[in-house]
């Protein structure tokens, strides 16, 4: 049974940085198509930022350049390197893994979600 959980969220002020990680087990990261995905309470869960087996990277337009997604397949471990945060980036974070489309942005070409670990960015 594939396991994803996600943790390093926690409350910072604006300006801050964050690093998110995503534990696996019973899953193999190094052939796979991986993705950070984010949810605000009363808006849709949005695509952060995406990473396919050979180690490229897409970003969402509000993320890029203070935003970085990594992989350690030794570790089957997922990053997510959040920096100059904003409040607007406040949001529950979540893992998503078994993309049938390489860096896909859209929640729907995912098989796999862990829990979310909660970021908050006070201004």
């Known amino acids: 049974q594939v396991q994803l959980v996600e943790s390093g969220g926690g409350s910072v002020q604006a300006g801050g940085s964050l690093r998110l990680s995503c534990a696996a087990s019973?899953?193999?990261?190094?052939?796979?198509?991986m993705g950070w995905f984010r949810q605000a309470p009363g808006k849709e869960r949005e695509g952060v930022a995406a990473?396919?087996?050979?180690?490229?990277?897409r970003y969402a337009d509000s993320v890029k350049g203070r935003f970085t997604i990594s992989r350690d397949n030794a570790k089957n471990t997922l990053y997510l390197q959040m920096n100059s945060l904003k409040p607007e980036d406040t949001a529950m974070y979540y893992c998503?893994?078994?993309?049938?489309?390489?860096?896909?942005?859209?929640?729907?070409?995912?098989?796999?979600w862990g829990q979310g670990t909660q970021v908050t960015v006070s201004s």
């Open positions: 998503a893994a078994g993309g049938s489309v390489a860096l896909a942005l859209w929640r729907f070409m995912y098989s796999y």
């Open positions: 019973r899953y193999t990261y190094s052939r796979d198509n």
């Open positions: 990473i396919d087996s050979d180690g490229s990277t």
